[in-house]
T-cell receptor, first 114, second 113 residues
Framework: DAGITQSPRHKVTETGTPVTLRCHQT?????MYWYRQDPGHGLRLIHY???????DKGEVSDGYSVSRSKTEDFLLTLESATSSQTSVYFC?????????????FGPGTRLTVT | TQLLEQSPQFLSIQEGENLTVYCNSS?????LQWYRQEPGEGPVLLVT?????EVKKLKRLTFQFGDARKDSSLHITAAQPGDTGLYLC?????????????FGQGTILTVHP
């Protein structure tokens, strides 16, 4: 199994509070991704990173920001959580160095915004 | 953004039955992956298909990539309760995509003993 951990695994927070989710990898992969998963929507890309301090927006980036100060860590921040951000969040990695675009996922973080 | 349509969205069958899940797009895929996800866990890669017409087998699972590389299917023979889960297809965006994938909405499979 790819060495990917996410923390916390579960979180309940109130509307308007800031929340930071952490993804940590031990594979030294260049590319990292944050997705959210909601019923009927599969996985939707929030933000991604293609190197340290190199990040860009995905298809559902509004209300989210990210940072990557080290290869192994990719942080997702909800500046002011809203109920619509209640979801399961997954981090994924790949190296794409050999032309493979296979992604490896962490175990997920279930976030509930009340 | 390339859109993927998966069908059916839900599938409930008895143990021993066969099933097929489809993944379709109006655009050509560069490559396509199939993932399986169990409750409370992240998706796990099953297979990658790259070449039009390609067929790959993984025990009782058979994956096909359409000749025109715009569709793919996953066929499970003699389904077992352990096959229960969410099946997702994901395709690579072409060009300089930074390894990004677009996913279908998933097929929830339930296999009853």
């Amino acid at each position: 199994d790819a060495g990917i951990t996410q923390s916390p695994r579960h979180k309940v927070t109130e509307t308007g509070t800031p929340v930071t989710l952490r993804c940590h990898q031990t594979e030294n992969h260049r590319y990292m991704y944050w997705y959210r998963q909601d019923p009927g929507h599969g996985l939707r890309l929030i933000h991604y990173s293609y190197g340290v301090k190199d990040t860009d927006k995905g298809e559902v980036s509004d209300g989210y920001s990210v940072s990557r100060s080290k290869t192994e860590d990719f942080l997702l921040t909800l500046e002011s959580a809203t109920s619509s951000q209640t979801s399961v969040y997954f981090c994924a990695i790949n190296d794409a160095g050999g032309g493979s675009y296979e992604q490896y996922f962490g175990p997920g973080t279930r976030l509930t915004v009340t | 953004t390339q859109l993927l349509e998966q069908s059916p969205q839900f599938l409930s069958i008895q143990e021993g039955e066969n099933l097929t899940v489809y993944c379709n797009s109006s655009s050509v895929f560069s490559s396509l992956q199939w993932y399986r996800q169990e409750p409370g866990e992240g998706p796990v890669l099953l297979v990658t298909v790259v070449t039009g017409g390609e067929v790959k087998k993984l025990k009782r699972l058979t994956f096909q990539f359409g000749d025109a590389r715009k569709d793919s299917s996953l066929h499970i023979t003699a389904a077992q309760p352990g096959d229960t889960g969410l099946y997702l297809c994901g395709c690579r965006a072409g060009g300089t995509s930074y390894g990004k994938l677009t996913f279908g909405q998933g097929t929830i499979l339930t296999v009853h003993p």
